[in-house]
């Protein structure tokens, strides 16, 4: 296939370029739960790579790439396949991890540090920028967790352990084993581990550094010391005053490496790699259990609809982590994925899988209809009235009513992101930059008030709800 590749560089340049600069939008079909994000990253192409790069972030869309791959047509000259997919957030090759941490993992540090339950996930192909994201985010975690700027007294504890099929090691310790052990209450201890308290953010480097040296690797045919195992850095933060626990997990998973990549191997690597891909499979499982299960319950539909099936005893790795799918847990969780992936076309098959992983796991909310964006806009108006409301809404000239795609609904129209809105006033003939500007800004508006409608509405029944609780 690389072959093929090398061959047809020139063609596949002549085909991107054929493109439509501004590809049809893709609509989301709900909005994502609070609790759950999931972004991509991609890496920068390698400088002594000899294929072109295949992924492409939108700029109009921020959470969309396109992959245009090149195929084999049995009948003459190569033909181009596009597949484009939606997660929360795309980071691009010029974003840095410092850039990512800021945008999408900080806040899960005061999350912990409260007595949140915070996961990051690297999950990506071997070689496409895992081991690099975390190791940056463990350092810019430690200095934020060092930073003296998280409010209360709290003491730091940290272990770090490498999980490769059902065996555990102890990273800190020489990389000693260490025996996973189910309690009374059905979570998994790990015995032998050896925790360390943390004073300072040079003592939390030492130990990150430390931990790193003793990590499995193996030469991939993407990465000469590819890590054939999930390292699992966890940082417990104690709060004396209430006695109870924070966690923060950062987690490196191992490459989720194709059968094809280790053929060279042998039947030793074959099951390893079984044995990975399985355990990522059961991860998948799990977070998209937990994250639909966070769906239910935020919607208030959890009494009639049946709880998703959370199968983390399947796996060593999900069975640690059981704190972070329990959905009956008394703590509340955040999880964020990265998902990373190489440009080049020629690891455009483990990059769509990538991808589809990172989208299943990207679990959506429909929209619920108590967020009209105004009460004098129904969720359930038609094509019709939707088209009239615009044109006497929009000003003068009116942005015309064709920005509403045939068979929408007033909940979909008013739920799309405005990105998706100002591209649909772009592509339409006539509708003036200024009106339309004008028209988003005041959808906008509209949507604002209703949050704000909804919040008083919420707050006013806490406190009605309070007074029952603390009345006579
Ligand atoms: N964003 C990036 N910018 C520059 N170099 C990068 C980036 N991401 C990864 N690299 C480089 O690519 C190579 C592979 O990265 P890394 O070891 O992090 O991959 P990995 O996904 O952890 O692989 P494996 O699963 O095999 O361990 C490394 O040399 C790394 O420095």
């Known amino acids: ?235 417990r933060i104690t709060n004396k005053a209430t006695e109870s626990d924070g966690l923060l997990y950062l987690i490196d998973l191992a490459g989720s490496e194709a059968a094809r990549d280790v053929a060279a191997h042998g039947a030793d690597r074959m099951r390893e790699t079984r044995e990975i891909n399985n355990s990522l499979s059961v991860l998948k499982d799990c977070i998209r259990g937990k994250a639909e299960a966070d769906a239910l319950s935020s919607s208030g539909r959890k009494a009639r609809a049946k709880t998703p099936h959370i199968p983390f005893r399947r796996s060593a790795l999900t069975k640690v982590l059981k704190h972070v799918f329990d959905a009956n847990g008394a703590q509340t969780c955040k999880t964020v994925v990265i998902a990373c992936v190489n440009p080049s076309i020629a690891d455009v098959g483990p990059s769509k899988n990538t991808l589809r992983f990172a989208e299943m796991l990207h679990v959506l909310v429909p929209p619920n209809n108590k967020t009209d964006p105004d009460p004098n806009i129904p969720s359930n108006w038609t094509n019709t009235q939707l088209k009239s409301w615009i044109k006497e809404n929009s000003g003068t000239p009116p942005v015309l009513p064709n920005i509403v795609a045939p068979r929408e609904s007033g909940a979909q129209f008013f739920n799309l992101s405005v990105t998706e809105l100002e591209y649909r006033c772009q592509k339409c003939p006539g509708v003036r930059r200024d009106r339309a500007k004008a028209f988003l800004a005041k959808l906008w508006q509209l949507q604002i008030e209703a949050q704000n409608k909804m919040g008083q509405s919420h707050a006013r029944e806490t406190s009605n709800a309070d007074d029952v609780a603390t009345g006579p």
Not at 49 to 74: C, G, K, T, W
Not at 121 to 146: C, N
Not at 183 to 195: A, H, K, L, N, Y
């Open 1 to 235: 296939m690389e072959r093929f590749y090398l061959d047809n560089i020139a063609k596949y340049r002549s085909l991107l370029g054929a493109l439509d600069p501004v590809p049809k939008p893709r609509i989301s079909s709900g909005i994502a739960g609070s609790n759950m994000l999931v972004s991509a990253r991609i890496k920068p192409l390698s400088t002594d790579e000899d294929f072109p790069s295949a992924i492409f972030p939108r700029s109009m869309q921020h959470n969309v790439v396109d992959i245009h791959d090149l195929y084999n047509h049995p009948k003459g000259l190569p033909i181009l396949k596009s597949f484009d997919y939606q997660v929360d957030r795309i980071f691009g090759p010029e974003t840095t991890t410092d850039e990512i941490f800021k945008e999408i993992v900080t806040d899960l540090v005061p999350f912990a540090w409260n007595g949140g339950i915070g996961t990051l996930f690297a999950y990506g192909q071997t070689g496409s920028g895992k081991t690099f994201t975390i190791s940056r985010i463990e350092q810019l975690v430690a200095e934020t967790l060092m930073a003296g700027n998280l409010d209360g007294d709290r003491d730091i504890y940290m272990t770090i352990i490498d999980l490769a099929g059902n065996s555990a090691f102890d990273l800190l310790n020489e990389r000693q084993p260490i025996s996973l052990l189910e309690d009374s209450f059905g979570v998994t201890q790990m015995m032998g581990i050896t925790e360390h308290q943390i004073h300072d953010k040079e003592e939390m480097s030492d130990l990150i550094e430390r931990a790193t040296s003793f990590r499995r690797t193996a030469p991939t045919l993407r990465n000469d010391s590819s890590s054939r195992s999930h390292a699992i850095c966890r940082i």
